[in-house]
């Protein structure tokens, strides 16, 4: 029999078990169920209870100590009826204000590709290390690369992080799980034959100096499309890299806002919201004074018809560049040079490559990259300090057969 208190009633954290027979699939089934009062219903009067199953009596009678434990503790709190997919749709309403529409679009992907179809019916504190890791297990086999099981780990995680925060969980199960390796993917940057090759082939060509900036400053696409006349100090020699112009998806809801269209360009702040001030060859500085005088040019045929965007690469009537017109253009070009597989960010991976060769710190590369870390550009960038070792032990080498050989 129950405890009882001084109203007759069964007290906070006392309960019964009892042995429950039924039949399942033709066949008798024997379990125990356990039920322990956890609270009163401050309205209705009425006990609260939470009902517990297990194989054995032993083990009921476990879980049931613990639960009294924690009603007696005041730490008790009652399962939350939230399935995975509601919290997750909670999440990405609530508390994303922060997060760039671009990173936001990335995470609705994974969520309704991958997270969702799996683990969205599971109830959120029935979720175990043991179901993720078997959903992380699954999409490796399907195929999934092991890069995107850990952008897909990643926005798991952040979503039950969150929810730890605010007491729905009490510890994150992902956290013990564990992630297929990633292999990184070798870089192909351009050498000093291509990358002279490349200087002659895009001469004349209506993005010539968009092509050579990007290639001797390291920048994104899309800082390089951000960049505006505000942001060059010639008088200086410097560029202010504080903002990236990208493509990002429309939420249903704003699509008539949007003319029906599915995606909208706009200026967001560059990656991590760091801001960062580099100082280019002069010759890049030249360029762009360069790439200044045809654009006044241009505004000068355009007349009425030029759009002030104050932007330093635009169309010949002013207004910005579609990412996908650059790529394009980008593409016949290095395919015109016989390299079909070069992307446009390995002119960001060339310079980077071409600044630790010719004698810049990992530091100050790191800096002109934007990364956030000297670790991270090292561990990306890391083979071309290995040639640089082997290269310096080969001319110390060299030196030394010079001495002993006087």
Same mark, same amino acid.
């Given at each position: 029999?129950?405890?009882?208190?001084?109203?007759?009633?069964?007290?906070?954290?006392?309960?019964?078990?009892?042995?429950?027979?039924?039949?399942?699939?033709?066949?008798?089934?024997?379990?125990?169920?356990?039920?322990?009062?956890?609270?009163?219903?401050?309205?209705?009067?009425?006990?609260? &209870?939470?009902?517990?199953? /297990?194989? $054995?009596?032993?083990?009921?009678?476990? +879980?049931?100590?613990? *639960?009294?434990?924690? #009603?007696?503790?005041g730490t008790y709190k009652a399962p939350s009826m939230l399935t995975v997919g509601d919290w997750l749709d909670i999440w990405m309403e609530e508390y994303l204000g922060s997060v760039k529409p671009r990173t936001v679009e990335s995470y609705q992907c994974q969520i309704k590709n991958h997270i969702r179809p799996q683990l969205g019916?599971?109830?959120?504190?029935?979720?175990?290390?043991?179901?993720? &890791?078997?959903?992380?297990? /699954?999409? $490796?086999?399907?195929?999934?690369?092991? +890069?995107?099981?850990? *952008?897909?780990?990643? #926005?798991?995680?952040?979503?039950?992080?969150?929810?730890?925060?605010?007491?729905?969980?009490?510890?994150?199960?992902?956290?013990?799980?564990?992630?297929?390796?990633?292999?990184?993917?070798?870089?192909?940057?351009?050498?000093?034959?291509?990358?002279?090759?490349?200087?002659?082939?895009?001469?004349?060509?209506?993005?010539?100096?968009?092509?050579?900036?990007?290639l001797f400053t390291g920048m994104r696409q899309g800082e390089v499309l951000g960049l505006k006349w505000e942001d060059v100090d010639f008088e200086r020699g410097t560029v202010l890299v504080r903002r990236q112009f990208q493509k990002v998806m429309v939420q249903d809801k704003d699509r008539a806002k949007n003319g029906g269209k599915?995606?909208?360009?706009?200026?967001?702040?560059?990656?991590?919201?760091?801001?960062?001030?580099?100082?280019?060859?002069?010759?890049?500085?030249?360029?762009?004074?360069?790439?200044?005088?045809?654009?006044?040019?241009?505004?000068?045929?355009?007349?009425?018809?030029?759009?002030?965007?104050?932007?330093?690469?635009?169309?010949?009537?002013?207004?910005?560049?579609?990412?996908?017109?650059?790529?394009?253009?980008?593409?016949?070009?290095?395919?015109?040079?016989?390299?079909?597989?070069?992307?446009?960010?390995?002119?960001?991976?060339?310079?980077?490559?071409?600044?630790?060769?010719?004698?810049?710190?990992?530091?100050?590369?790191?800096?002109?990259?934007?990364?956030?870390?000297?670790?991270?550009?090292?561990?990306?960038?890391?083979?071309?300090?290995?040639?640089?070792?082997?290269?310096?032990?080969?001319?110390?080498?060299?030196?030394?057969?010079?001495?002993?050989?006087?």
């Open positions: 029999m129950p405890h009882k208190n001084k109203t007759g009633r069964a007290a906070n954290g006392s309960g019964s078990i009892r042995k429950r027979e039924v039949t399942r699939n033709g066949k008798p089934y024997t379990y125990w169920e356990g039920r322990v009062t956890v609270d009163i219903d401050p309205i209705t009067g009425k006990q609260v &209870q939470r009902t517990i199953t /297990g194989k $054995t009596q032993k083990e009921v009678a476990q +879980k049931m100590r613990e *639960i009294a434990v924690e #009603v007696d503790q019916p599971i109830k959120l504190e029935a979720l175990s290390t043991h179901m993720i &890791q078997h959903f992380y297990n /699954g999409l $490796t086999k399907s195929g999934l690369s092991p +890069k995107s099981v850990k *952008i897909v780990h990643g #926005v798991l995680h952040k979503a039950l992080q969150q929810a730890v925060a605010i007491s729905y969980l009490r510890f994150n199960p992902s956290d013990a799980c564990v992630l297929p390796r990633v292999e990184r993917k070798e870089l192909h940057p351009l050498d000093d034959d291509a990358i002279h090759q490349f200087i002659e082939t895009v001469k004349g060509h209506p993005h010539e100096f968009l092509f050579l900036v990007t599915k995606y909208r360009y706009q200026f967001i702040s560059v990656k991590n919201s760091r801001w960062r001030k580099i100082a280019p060859a002069p010759i890049v500085m030249h360029w762009l004074k360069r790439q200044r005088g045809k654009q006044a040019e241009w505004r000068l045929h355009a007349g009425p018809a030029w759009e002030d965007t104050g932007l330093v690469f635009t169309n010949e009537l002013g207004s910005h560049l579609m990412t996908h017109t650059v790529y394009h253009n980008f593409k016949r070009v290095v395919t015109d040079m016989g390299l079909p597989t070069v992307r446009f960010h390995d002119l960001r991976h060339s310079y980077a490559v071409a600044a630790i060769k010719s004698g810049d710190d990992i530091k100050t590369v790191q800096g002109n990259l934007g990364h956030a870390t000297a670790s991270f550009t090292l561990d990306v960038y890391g083979h071309v300090t290995d040639q640089m070792r082997r290269e310096s032990a080969q001319r110390m080498e060299q030196y030394i057969e010079g001495v002993v050989g006087q």
